[in-house]
């Protein structure tokens, strides 16, 4: 399946709404401090190195398919948390561990049947799964402008074929998807984090890091830049406020299952 190549130390610098709601994922979680965590798209690995920190007798491995984001996070000079570069739709493990923790990342993967299946082997008896990811109506000015953009006379052509990178489904279809995977206790919550970025700047890094990447890799170079700006200046046509703030809409599903 499709994945993507992410520059670590560009999202490290503009990844804040991603580690907010990371640490309020990581205080949900009651730990003893000797449990083996898996940490799916582990991204810059910040918020690996947290729940490290959370279970000095235990251990954590962060995985993520970008090697560019592996690479950000190996920076982190520690013997726990480990990093691998690993795509997420590859998942091989069995029975060993006691968390499985994913945090803004299960969006880029379209096949969640077979992450549930995979990751429900993965875990141990009584092991859990904490999860939050983007749903329906999660960043719908982006895909507003994104969708008008490439189906632009000057850029159709370049996206015949081309899929949304994302699935975002409801809670309802979430609950349908889940049911039938064996998890003896399942939660499912939705949650409202739209975002005002304080200033343009921040937004348009959020922008190019992670979100804008799977289309720019369909634009031949000598257009890659005009077509970043034109989106650009029409995300701000959208998004921007009169005191400079850019609104986004972010809507997430937090995930509890326990095997």
């Not at 399946?1 to 990844?15: I, L, N, R």
């Not at 369909?218 to 077509?227: H, N, R, V």
Request: glycine share 6%; hydrophobic share 40%; net charge negative.
């Amino acid at each position: 399946m499709k994945t993507y190549e992410f520059d670590g130390e560009k999202y490290k610098a503009a990844s804040c709404p991603q580690k907010e709601w990371g640490k309020s994922l990581i205080s949900t979680i009651k730990l003893q401090g000797n449990e083996i965590i898996l940490d799916l798209g582990c991204g810059d690995g910040r918020l690996t190195e947290q729940l490290s920190l959370l279970v000095p007798s235990g251990k954590v491995i962060g995985i993520d398919a970008s090697v560019g984001m592996i690479k950000t996070a190996q920076q982190i000079n520690r013997d726990n948390p480990n990093f691998l570069p690993m795509d997420m739709n590859d998942l091989h493990f069995f029975n060993e561990f006691d968390v499985i923790f994913s945090n803004a990342a299960l969006h880029w993967v379209k096949d969640h049947h077979r992450l549930l299946q995979n990751s429900y082997e993965a875990l141990k008896t009584g092991g859990i799964l904490v999860w939050d990811f983007g749903c329906h109506g999660n960043c719908s000015h982006f895909l507003e402008v994104m969708q008008k953009l490439i189906a632009d006379d000057h850029y159709m052509e370049f996206f015949k074929g081309f899929e949304m990178p994302w699935f975002m489904p409801t809670k309802s279809h979430y609950e349908e998807l889940i049911a039938n995977i064996g998890f003896s206790h399942v939660t499912i919550t939705e949650v409202n984090r739209d975002r005002f970025f304080p200033t343009s700047d921040e937004m348009i890094k959020w922008i190019d890091q992670p979100c804008i990447v799977p289309f720019i890799e369909c634009i031949p170079a000598a257009l890659k830049s005009t077509f970043r700006q034109e989106f650009i200046a029409e995300m701000l046509k959208k998004a921007q406020q009169p005191d400079g703030t850019c609104f986004e809409t972010f809507r997430r599903l937090q995930v509890y299952a326990q095997k």
